[in-house]
């Protein structure tokens, strides 16, 4: 059974920084691109960053040069490093795996003053 179990959220201040984490179980994690999406209010869902199971990655222009994502296939951990935050970043954050309709809880990330 896939789970997929995301935390780091919380409230930060603009400019700040936060790591979301994703723990994943249940499946081959090193073979399969893992993907960061994200939701806003009112909003559709929207893909922030992927890695696919060789490293490579690919970002979305609106965070590019802000957040890096990277994996531990030891650990079946992909995390989301997120720095200078703005308030248009808030919304929950999910974690997925690739071309998957698997989806973990998301965690709810606040860039306020």
């Known amino acids: 059974q896939v789970q997929l179990v995301e935390s780091g959220g919380g409230l930060v201040q603009p400019g700040g920084s936060l790591r979301l984490s994703c723990a994943a179980s249940g499946f081959i994690f090193n073979i399969n691109a893992m993907g960061w999406f994200r939701q806003a209010p009112g909003k559709q869902r929207e893909l922030v960053a992927r890695?696919?199971?060789?490293?490579?990655?690919n970002y979305a222009d609106f965070v590019k040069g802000r957040f890096t994502i990277s994996r531990d296939n030891a650990k079946n951990t992909v995390y989301l490093q997120m720095h200078s935050l703005k308030p248009e970043d808030t919304a929950v954050y999910y974690c997925t795996i690739i071309g998957s309709n698997s989806w973990g809880q998301g965690t709810q990330v606040t860039v306020s003053s």
């Open positions: 890695i696919f199971s060789g490293g490579s990655t």
